[in-house]
């Protein structure tokens, strides 16, 4: 008996390390593929967990992480809005003629968005000598 094994799909997910929890962020799929040229098309889904209480768990879904909204899309933008915290979001590609999956992972720590900070202080202060006033 011979078995001939299918060559798995390749999953590739495009996703940034570290995000500020202010800004919007892309998740990016697009380059996954079936090396063997066979699929149709591929279809996917995400998935979100986020580090609590020393573990992941599921993502509570909200308008600003709301990966159901994607299934079949290969990228999806999300933020902002997100909880502070470590999050892995999973892309699982398939091809439904013949069930071959392939998943990838993506860890982003979501931080505090930055503090802008504007400052004006008199000149006598910073150092800026003025001139004398004439006398009347």
């Known amino acids: 008996t011979l078995y001939v094994s299918r060559t798995p799909l390749v999953a ?32 996917f889904s ?13 993502c509570n879904e909200s308008a600003a992480l709301n990966t159901s909204a994607y299934e079949g899309e290969d990228a999806l933008a999300l933020g902002p809005g997100l909880a502070v915290g470590k999050y892995r979001f999973t ?7 013949d ?5 990838a992972t993506a860890k982003i720590e979501v931080r505090r968005p930055s503090l802008s900070l504007s400052l004006s202080l008199p000149l006598s202060l910073m150092g800026v000598a003025r001139k ?3 006398s009347r």
Do not use: H, M
């Open 91 to 97: 892309v699982t590609v398939s091809d439904a003629s």
């Open 132 to 134: 004398p006033r004439a």
């Open 46 to 58: 995400w998935a979100c967990r986020r580090y609590v209480q020393g573990a992941y768990r599921t």
């Open 12 to 43: 590739l997910l495009e996703a940034p390390t570290s995000v500020s929890a202010s800004s919007v962020f892309r998740l990016d799929a697009s380059a996954s593929y079936d090396p063997t040229g066979l699929a149709s098309s591929l279809d």
């Open 99 to 103: 069930g071959r999956t392939s998943s």
